[in-house]
């Protein structure tokens, strides 16, 4: 099981005053409508249906939360630069989410995520612009990367990579694909960090007889011969062992279209 796997719906708030109180750490989903945002917070806590996607651009409309088992929150925020937006309900969102990035006590990070067909857009500038001054780090996804060839996509990487150091050494980025489950792992691990949710501690080996080292259910044990193929630890980049425990997805596999 991931380790965001068990994020749950909490709550979806239209002001500042309707948030939680600022008691665990959280970290927010932001970029422009239809830039991602749900299908990515979907794909790194490995559901396919916790945050509601759509192809209509400006779906998410509220500050939608979802809890893990410890308190953290993930916070999926309402897109920006639709133009359809009546003005006021831009301005609100706008003062609002402005407020949110530089206030909220709690939040460890912020996830910018940017279409990797045209990243960094002035409205994207203008949330490092409000976040960056925090102090508190940045992980930009340059999402929908499978519609980049390869070359491409590694040079979009490679020029986001320059242009982010203008908002300091806090801002990493990377190429991602909820379709394709690109730098899935890698974003998890970002974010896991910043809430602080650690890999679960390995399973501790047995000392039975070699012959006798089943794991539950009849299945070899982990250190049993071809038994830890599946869970074999693997070091994450703070380099710590960790099981591999994605499950594997079938290739059609489609992200909800509408909200119900
Ligand atoms: N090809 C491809 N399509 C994607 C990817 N991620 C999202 N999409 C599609 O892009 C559209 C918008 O995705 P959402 O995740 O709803 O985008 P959002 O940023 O949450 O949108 P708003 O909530 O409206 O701001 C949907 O049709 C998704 O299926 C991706 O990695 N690759
Ligand atoms: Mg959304």
């Known amino acids: 099981m ?36 749900s299908s990515a917070l979907n794909a790194i806590v490995g559901r396919r249906r916790l945050a509601f996607t ?25 897109g920006y630069g639709y133009a359809k937006v009546p003005e006021s309900i831009r301005r609100h969102w706008e003062s609002t989410l402005a407020a949110y990035l530089r206030e909220r006590p709690n939040l460890e990070g912020l996830v910018l995520i940017m279409d990797a067909r045209h990243p960094l857009t002035p409205l994207d500038r203008r949330m490092l612009d409000w976040f960056a001054p925090t102090g508190r780090p940045i992980h930009c996804l340059l999402t929908k990367a499978d519609k980049l060839g390869r070359q491409e996509a590694a040079r979009t990487l490679a020029d986001a990579r320059r242009a982010l150091r203008a908002w300091g050494e806090r801002c990493s980025v990377q190429l991602f694909s909820s379709v394709g489950k690109t730098g899935v792992e890698e974003a998890e691990d970002v974010i896991a960090g910043w809430l602080r949710v650690f890999p679960r501690a390995p399973e501790p080996e047995t000392s039975e007889a070699p012959t006798r080292r089943r794991g539950p259910r ?23 062992a960790r099981a591999s425990r994605r499950r594997p997805r079938a290739k059609g596999d489609k992200h909800e279209a509408e909200m119900p």
């Open 2 to 37: 991931g380790r965001l796997e068990q994020a749950a719906f909490a709550r979806a708030v239209h002001a500042l005053s309707e948030l939680p109180p600022p008691d665990a750490p959280e970290v927010a989903f932001a970029g422009r409508s239809n830039a991602g945002k």
């Open 54 to 78: 759509s192809r209509t651009p400006g779906r998410t409309q509220q500050i939608v939360m979802f809890r893990l088992p410890g308190g953290q929150h993930l916070v999926d925020l309402p």
């Open 218 to 240: 009849g299945r070899p044990a982990a250190g049993a011969p071809g038994g830890d193929r599946r869970r074999r630890a693997k070091k994450s980049p703070s380099g710590e």
